[in-house]
């Protein structure tokens, strides 16, 4: 009786510590698996930052290029003008005043033109960096402000462009994600409009919340497709489908919630959901 007893006890401790280490390996694995989703949706959110990069190129090389070949040209004047003064000491008071008077028009128009290939670098630092989440106090207008400096050349010819920013409390996120999800709204919002059309940016809020809202005037989505346009790889267009579903579990992340409203031939709406900061 007493050997039976001991058997049992013996047994009951070994199957204790057996299924204590059965769930310690399975805890392991799960955060192994934890680990690797996590790993992989952080490739795919860089892989579509990427693709959109790719498909603003052009548009930002325009932008840069601009201020760039104005500033060149000022440089170039101004130079002139001191190889100018320098062999030609003698010269009259008249001109001389008037040679001086072209100096801060030019030397403005240089800063500003730095300026502004400064600020899209800066915009394209941001968006671009490969980064763990970082959250932080954020200003969403701003963040909606630098991601239209990305996107300026693809939407300025065809766009009319709508402000209307109320929301005045700060959000809890990371930029360079809210960015993501922003630049991928508008580059569809103008890809649906053929020719001529507006979007409109609007940012409101109330006790617990701030709303963005994204509406465009273009061809909208079909009703039976607005059940999956955020699920992965789904597109009607070229291209891997991801943006939207890459913008849905960043939105998720940030405890918020991403709507879209749409009808064929009047256009879409998106409004994205984030919590105040308390």
């Given amino acids: 009786m007493v050997l039976t007893t001991a058997v049992c006890i013996i047994f009951i401790v070994f199957f204790i510590i057996y299924n204590y280490l059965l769930r310690k390996r399975f805890e392991r694995k799960i955060q192994e698996k934890v680990a690797l989703v996590k790993e992989v949706e952080a490739q795919l959110i860089q892989m579509e930052k990427m693709a959109s990069l790719g498909t603003l190129a052009a548009g930002i090389a325009h932008e840069i290029n601009n201020p760039l070949s104005f500033l060149l040209s000022n440089l170039e004047s101004l130079r002139d003008y001191v190889n100018y003064f320098a062999q030609e000491p003698s010269v009259d008071t008249q001109h001389k005043k008037t040679l001086i008077e072209d100096f801060l028009p030019m030397t403005e128009e240089s800063l500003e033109g730095a300026l502004r290939i400064k600020k899209i670098v800066s915009d394209l630092r941001t968006f671009s960096r490969q980064s763990e989440t970082k959250k932080g106090r954020l200003d969403i207008n701003q963040i909606l402000e630098s991601t239209l400096t990305i996107v300026w050349n693809e939407i300025k010819y065809k766009i009319t462009l709508f402000k209307d920013y109320q929301a005045k409390s700060a959000v809890l996120g990371d930029p360079t994600q809210l960015s993501q999800v922003f630049l991928n709204l508008l580059i569809n919002a103008t890809q649906a409009i053929a020719e001529k059309g507006t979007i409109a940016l609007s940012t409101y809020e109330d006790a617990k ?48 919630e991403i709507r879209v409203e749409s009808a064929t031939g009047k256009g879409t709406t998106f409004t994205i959901t984030l919590p105040i900061e308390q």
């Fill in 209 to 256: 919340n701030v709303y963005i809202k994204i509406a465009d005037s273009g061809s909208g989505i079909a009703p039976e497709n607005l059940s999956k346009i955020f699920d992965p790889f789904f597109s009607t267009k070229k291209g891997p489908g991801l943006g939207l579903s890459v913008s849905y579990n960043i939105v998720k992340q940030h405890q918020g």
